[in-house]
């Protein structure tokens, strides 16, 4: 149980366009859904926590505007990178967890984004 | 939210046990230790969590000390499939996982 799964798992872009990650989970309903951001030999970096039919809250220094974050349901998130960049190559992983606080996250494969 | 202190790397022989240590000397009462690992190029995998008791799954054994101060990863019959990078970390009352470096574990044949 506890799997996670993202689409698509590898993306290539041209700078300007947009591009839509979704993050489900298959086994369980996830009231709660982190994404993530890792650049190469670094760590992960939380980009913001989304809650089943709220706005996202966005940690510090990541634009709300340029990475657009839904979470509809208790089984699908989407992260939207906007007017993409060569900069904002990166890999974005998402987690799910049934509740905040209390339930352990479950992480996606990850989605490797290229902007070309 | 309390921060982790790990050895940036470690070598294990394939078939011995693996302790990776980690410190958490500001951790609070109600924090909850959690351990990932991550296989390059993948998402992080759930090894073990606890609180206060030692626990045990299939994966790993978590060694908790009493002051909860620090605590020992241990894997006992280490694996190549067992090299990653692997995460402490303490788990915050607001649900965030902060992650740091980690620990590079290398299982050498």
């Known amino acids: 149980g506890a799997v996670v799964s993202q689409h698509p798992s590898w993306v290539i872009c041209k700078s300007g366009t947009s591009v839509k990650i979704e993050c489900r989970s298959l086994?369980?309903?996830?009231?709660?859904m982190f994404w993530y951001r890792q650049f190469p030999k670094q760590s992960l970096m939380l980009m913001a926590t989304?809650?089943?039919?709220?706005?996202?809250?966005?940690e510090q220094g990541v634009e709300k505007d340029k990475f657009l974050i839904n979470h509809a349901s208790l089984t699908l998130s989407t992260l939207t990178v906007t007017s993409a960049h060569p900069e904002d190559s990166s890999f974005y992983i998402c987690?799910?967890?049934?509740?905040?606080?209390?339930?352990?996250?479950?992480f996606g494969p990850g989605t490797r984004l290229t902007v070309l | 939210d309390a921060k982790t202190t790990q050895p940036p790397s470690m070598d294990c022989a394939e078939g011995r046990a693996a302790n990776l240590p980690c410190n958490h000397s500001?951790?609070?009462?109600?924090?909850?230790v959690y351990w990932y690992r991550q296989i390059h190029s993948q998402g992080p995998q759930y090894i073990i969590h606890?609180?206060?008791n030692n626990e045990t799954n299939e994966m790993a054994s978590l060694i908790i000390t009493e002051d909860r101060k620090s605590s020992t990863l241990i894997l006992p019959h280490a694996t190549l499939r067992d090299t990653a990078v692997y995460y402490c970390?303490?788990?915050?009352?607001?649900?965030?996982?902060?992650f740091g470096q980690g620990t590079t574990l290398q299982v050498k044949p």
């Open positions: 987690s799910a967890s049934k509740s905040l606080s209390t339930d352990t996250q479950y």
């Open positions: 086994d369980f309903q996830a009231t709660t």
């Open positions: 989304s809650n089943e039919g709220s706005k996202a809250t966005y």
């Open positions: 500001t951790i609070s009462g109600n924090e909850y």
């Open positions: 606890g609180l206060k």
């Open positions: 970390i303490v788990r915050s009352n607001t649900g965030k996982l902060i």
